[in-house]
């Protein structure tokens, strides 16, 4: 079955940097668009990026361009998210998500279990 694991979440002072992983399993990962979506305490769920299947094309929200970075390594099934310059308002729990098509699109099939980011002095 498809399972999504994500990792590298915690707590980091203003202006830090951590960087996330999502290991995927029970699927051909090289074939699938993938995303973090996070969801901040008391709001709804915000796209945060996706990138396509072969990592050559790469979106962002507004809210974090220029500060995050996403990347996969097909080879090693593993989807990541470089996030520097962090603020207050990054706090959230990010979630990988699984597109069902190969292009970055707005469908999520699958989803992890999240990570909780906190950042905060």
């Known amino acids: 079955q498809v399972q999504l694991v994500e990792s590298g979440g915690g707590l980091v002072q203003p202006g830090g940097s951590l960087r996330l992983s999502c290991a995927a399993s029970?699927?051909?990962?090289?074939?699938?668009?993938m995303s973090w979506v996070r969801q901040a305490p008391g709001k709804g769920l915000e796209w945060v990026s996706d990138?396509?299947?072969?990592?050559?094309?790469?979106y962002y929200a507004d809210s974090v361009k220029g500060r995050f970075t996403i990347s996969r390594d097909n080879a090693k099934s593993t989807l990541y998210l470089q996030m520097d310059s962090l603020k207050p308002e990054d706090t959230a729990v990010y979630y990988c998500?699984?597109?069902?098509?190969?292009?970055?699109?707005?469908?999520?099939?699958?989803w992890g279990q999240g990570t909780q980011v906190t950042v905060s002095s």
């Open positions: 029970g699927f051909s990962f090289s074939t699938y668009a």
């Open positions: 990138i396509n299947s072969g990592g050559g094309s790469t």
């Open positions: 998500t699984k597109e069902p098509q190969g292009i970055a699109g707005t469908a999520y099939d699958y």
